[in-house]
């Protein structure tokens, strides 16, 4: 049975940083293009960085320069670490594994078959 559990999430101050992780079973996650998405409060859960199998990594240009995001392929965790943190970066982030990664539409939702339930990052002023 696939499944995706994510941790690590938490409340911090703005400026601080965190990592949040993911740990997937039932499957071969390093063989897979493996994202971090993020929903804030009242919107559409959006892409943030994504991890192709080769180690390729892409990121939304919102985030670019403060998140972080890779694999541990001895354990198949995906972590993303997040550092000087904004109080946009609150919601709940979800990791999601899609059997590949495509130019132009890794950060869509859409193309990404498992999910986690999420972890909430909540960042105060």
């Known amino acids: 049975q696939v499944q995706l559990l994510e941790f690590g999430g938490g409340s911090v101050q703005a400026e601080g940083s965190l990592r949040v992780s993911c740990a997937p079973s039932?499957?071969?996650?390093?063989?897979?293009?493996m994202g971090w998405f993020r929903q804030a409060p009242g919107k559409e859960r959006e892409g943030v960085a994504v991890?192709?199998?080769?180690?390729?990594?892409t990121y939304d240009d919102s985030v670019k320069g403060r998140f972080t995001i890779s694999r541990d392929s001895a354990k198949s965790t995906l972590y993303l670490q997040i550092d000087s943190l904004k109080p946009d970066a609150t919601g709940m982030y979800h990791c999601?594994?899609?059997?590949?990664?495509?130019?132009?539409?890794?950060?869509?939702?859409?193309?990404?078959?498992?999910w986690g339930p999420g972890t909430q990052i909540t960042v105060s002023p």
């Open positions: 991890i192709d199998s080769d180690g390729t990594t």
């Open positions: 999601a594994a899609a059997r590949a990664c495509y130019i132009g539409t890794m950060l869509r939702q859409a193309q990404y078959t498992y």
């Open positions: 039932g499957f071969t996650s390093g063989r897979y293009c």
